[in-house]
């Protein structure tokens, strides 16, 4: 009864003292109650009239009259400045942009009728944002403002899902969707819908036009030529007010397509064809006065000058190098899957890219510039079901992994998957496929030799260790590599944290 008492007593005197504290913080900020010590106008103490600054030396007339110098170089700071951030707020967008043009550009797309499936797996020619080489993909472009109200026939048994113009999440295909892995039609509303809905489809409301949609398909849906006809018989897509039409399927393995965000001054045409295209309200006020700002505005041309070319040239450089940063380098401290290990969440905190009610822009960019696709259902922490991606940049002493190196990674007993797992090989320099001219991956599906106490190694290097052939991933010794680690219907043992990736080790 005492030592209850007591442990009362401490926490009612926790709780008072904590109330305490946070009233006093409270009162801190309070500016009726605490307005400070009095101030006249001579405690303001303007800035100097004369600045040094990064990008340069400023004077101010009079004290505070930019010279003519001076305010050059601030308004081309300044339009660097807005331009870099906008390159990096915009990237989701530009993404999705960059994918459904070159699905037109590159694999010759007529109508939102066309697909394209990696029937012989993706390859290193196609750029696709960490795409991997073990699934059959499917791949369908929509376009709300040429079709209207849009379905999608999704066949049974898919895994998949739908993003707008923003890269935002609209839906997912298959068990972890509404169709429940059964299939079904997909209706996708464009903005501001006013006709009928019918009844028996899955609706999808869409804030702007162009979506994109992509499905894996494992081994019921075949390779090569199988696995197109098992696509054009199945998945349809087509205007609910036409009803279906004819499709034409593709194998996109070994096409060739660059669908990465440009990297150069190129990537604002671009942006200023999304802002032409898309409705205004896709993007928020303060977006598009930001762009307005650097002349990207709807309705009006865009057509930059010399300066400000250079300006989108350089702002492009500056944000690519922040996202490698962001990326290669995060600062973020709850980065690390497992203490003590170099195993990094693709996904932070959650999908949606907020972190205590507010946007989390640096997530944001860890994301989208290493990959693509958002669904809560790549963050999985429903056992079997679903899929989970670690990425490695460097090897177990914290050093960034090189291509010239020899590497072993040895895998755990038992990996915690319902399906199966991938560790797969990529370029940093375009976080697309690793081109090598050997073997990027190494999966359970493929078969692996195993150690007699269950665990894996990898090798990762030129030349294969004698009777490790299976277990080997040619790097290319003229630039580093990173790898993605997919776990297939993740459980219990990976969502707990109870099962450990070891890291990299360099074999000397």
């Known amino acids: 009864m005492i030592k209850y008492c ?22 801190d900020f309070n500016m009726f109650e605490n307005p400070g010590k009095k101030q006249s106008a001579k405690d303001f103490k303007p800035a100097p009239d004369r600045m040094k600054t990064n990008f340069g030396p400023l004077n101010f007339d009079g004290g505070a009259f930019p010279d003519e110098a001076s305010t050059q170089l601030i308004y081309d700071e300044l339009d660097l400045q807005r331009a870099t951030q906008a390159y990096m707020d915009f990237l989701p967008s530009l993404s999705l942009y960059g994918i459904v043009k070159s699905q037109v550009r590159d ?4 109508s939102s009728s066309d697909f394209a499936v990696m029937a012989d797996f993706m390859k290193p020619s196609e750029n696709y944002l ?31 899902n739908a993003n707008d113009a923003v890269f935002k999440y609209l839906t997912d295909f298959g068990p972890t969707g509404p169709d429940k892995g059964k299939g079904g039609k997909y209706l ?10 019918p009844d028996g489809y899955f ?37 609910l007010a036409s ?10 393995s070994h096409r060739g ?18 802002i032409q295209y898309e409705p205004v309200e896709l993007f928020s006020a303060e977006q598009r006065g930001r762009l307005a700002s650097l002349g990207i505005e709807k309705g009006k041309p865009f057509k930059p000058d010399t300066r400000m070319k250079k300006i989108f040239g350089q702002a492009a450089k500056q944000g690519v190098a922040m996202s490698r940063a962001i990326v290669f380098a995060s600062r973020d401290p709850e980065i690390n899957y497992w203490p003590n290990r170099h195993w990094e969440k693709m996904f932070i ?31 999985s922490t429903t056992p079997g079901v679903g899929t989970s991606y670690l990425t490695s940049f460097r090897d177990k002493k914290g050093d960034y992994l090189l291509g010239d190196k020899t590497y072993r990674l040895t895998v755990p007993a038992n990996p915690p998957v319902k399906r199966f797992w991938a560790v797969t090989a990529y370029d940093p320099t375009s976080r697309s496929l690793l081109d090598s001219g050997g073997n990027i991956t190494v999966s359970s599906t493929r078969g692996v030799d195993t150690n007699s106490d269950g665990s894996v190694d990898i090798y990762f290097g030129q030349k294969a260790p004698r009777g490790k052939e299976k277990n080997f991933i040619k790097t290319d010794p003229k630039k580093g590599f990173f790898v993605v680690f997919r776990f297939y219907g993740p459980l219990e043992g990976y969502i707990e944290k109870t099962w450990v990736m070891n890291d990299f080790e360099l074999i000397e």
């Open 243 to 252: 009803g279906p039409r004819a499709n034409k399927v593709i194998n996109g």
């Open 6 to 27: 007591l442990v009362t007593t401490l926490a009612l005197a926790v709780l008072f003292s904590t109330a305490v504290v946070t009233s006093v913080q409270a009162a």
């Open 188 to 197: 996708f509303l464009p903005p501001g819908y006013q006709g009928k809905v």
């Open 349 to 379: 905190r959650n999908t949606e890219f907020v972190n205590h009610g507010f946007n989390d822009i640096d997530e944001r960019t860890l994301w989208h510039y290493q990959a693509i696709c958002v669904s809560p259902n790549l963050l």
């Open 130 to 160: 960490t795409g991997n080489d073990v699934t059959v993909y499917a791949f369908a472009t929509l376009d709300l403002k040429v079709d209207g109200a849009t379905v999608m026939e999704i066949p049974p048994g898919m895994y998949g």
């Open 257 to 274: 397509a660059n669908t990465l965000t440009p990297e150069d001054a190129s990537s604002f045409a671009m942006l200023n064809e999304i």
């Open 107 to 110: 694999f010759g797309f007529k």
């Open 203 to 239: 609706v999808m409301k869409c804030p702007g036009y162009r979506i994109w949609a992509m499905m894996r398909g494992f081994g019921e849906v075949g390779n090569g030529d199988q696995a197109v006809k098992w696509f054009k018989d199945r998945l349809k897509v087509y205007p």
